[in-house]
């Protein structure tokens, strides 16, 4: 892999209750980066597009949705010592409309999300 190399993905977010967020994110490999007095590789992360789905388990129904990607930044590290992922810092802005649909009747919002996660695993080295 070479520094600037981007790959995309698909994911899903669960968000419980049978509602979900699909993401897809772009991924560049950024290279080495002295992380916690250890060398892992970095790569960046952005989420280029959003949308929202509901199954069934709740008691409304999603009869529209209009959200974007306001702003996305994120990263993680890669420990090529353990052949694993050791850290992740992720934020995401999600903005937009939506509709849904309770009893027959049409309940408009518009939806201003930031969500933010953080995690480092425990197997990083020196911890």
């Known amino acids: 892999m070479n520094i600037g190399d981007t ?6 977010a669960n ?3 049978g509602q ?6 772009t991924f560049t490999y950024l290279g080495p980066e002295e ?6 590789e970095k790569v ?6 959003v949308a929202f789905d509901i199954g069934g388990q ?3 129904q999603l009869k529209e ?3 974007k990607v306001e702003s996305s930044e994120g ?7 353990l052949k694993e992922i050791v850290e992740i810092h992720d934020k995401n802005n999600f903005v937009g409309t939506m509709t849904f649909v309770a009893n027959g009747n049409e309940l408009p919002a518009e939806l201003d999300l930031t969500m933010e996660v953080g995690t480092k695993f425990k197997r990083m080295a020196g911890e």
């Open 58 to 60: 709740l008691p409304l």
């Open 35 to 40: 992380r916690n007095g250890k060398t892992m």
């Open 44 to 49: 960046d992360m952005k989420t280029t597009s």
């Open 15 to 17: 968000l419980g209750q």
């Open 7 to 12: 790959w995309q993905r698909d994911e899903t």
């Open 75 to 81: 990263a993680y590290w890669y420990d090529p010592e």
């Open 65 to 67: 949705s209009d959200l």
């Open 20 to 25: 979900e967020f699909q993401l897809q994110r």
